[in-house]
T-cell receptor
């Protein structure tokens, strides 16, 4: 079954500390992987994506993520968290091909809420 | 670039009425648009996928007669919640994709629907 698991529901880090948000996926085809951020009452903003090539991808706002095929993981990292990073983060997986007849269907994890302590 | 708008941003309606939500791609042509529903503190659940000029494909468990989707042009898709009930209250988010190659979806800001 296709699924995305974000094992941490809520994480609190101190401002300036490093951050890693975990994401594991189960997918029956070559995956495209995404991280989105959502502020309260807002839509989703794309942080970064992985389609192919270098497994370490850089995104906006200083975020990066590493695709590890052997571990089916796509963890999000940031070396120094800012208070404005407090938000909900969603990992998502989609098909690299027209898989199962669903063009571009994305499967989302349940999200990780990030709180930042001053 | 790649901006998607939704209108209205929030709406309150009485039970039994219908509500239409618009999703527009402002600076690109969207061959495919997606409608998601998000309950409080939950993830996004895909409701349906619509391709311009054809009928929407609904996910299992989504009532197509209740959630009418129209994708009349390459820049506009609408979701109509018919005979709304309080349990339809939710955050509805649309996204648009310009093609299958990149499979990147651009999300609208969402519409908060409250049914009294």
């Amino acid at each position: 079954a296709q699924s995305v698991t974000q094992p941490d529901i809520h994480i609190t880090v101190s401002e300036g500390a490093s951050l890693e948000l975990r994401c594991n996926y189960s997918y029956g085809a070559t995956p495209y992987l995404f991280w989105y951020v959502q502020s309260p009452g807002q839509g989703l903003q794309l942080l970064l994506k992985y389609f192919s090539g270098d497994t370490l991808v850089q995104g906006i706002k200083g975020f990066e993520a590493e695709f590890k095929r052997s571990q089916s993981s796509f963890n999000l990292r940031k070396p120094s968290v800012h208070w404005s990073d407090a938000a909900e983060y969603f990992c998502a997986v989609g098909a690299a091909v027209n898989y199962g007849g669903s063009q571009g269907n994305l499967i989302f994890g349940k999200g990780t809420k990030l709180s930042v302590k001053p | 670039g790649a901006v998607v708008s939704q209108h209205p941003s929030w709406v309150i309606c009485k039970s039994g009425t219908s509500v239409k939500i618009e999703c527009r791609s402002l600076d690109f042509q969207a061959t495919t648009m997606f409608w998601y529903r998000q309950f409080p503190k939950q993830s996004l659940m895909l409701m349906a996928t619509s391709n311009e000029g054809s009928k929407a494909t609904y996910e299992q468990g989504v009532e197509k007669d209740k959630f009418l989707i129209n994708h009349a042009s390459l820049t506009l898709s609408t979701l109509t919640v018919t005979s709304a009930h309080p349990e339809d209250s939710s955050f509805y988010i649309c996204s648009a994709a310009s093609g299958i190659v990149s499979n990147e979806q651009f999300f609208g800001p969402g519409t908060r629907l409250t049914v009294l």
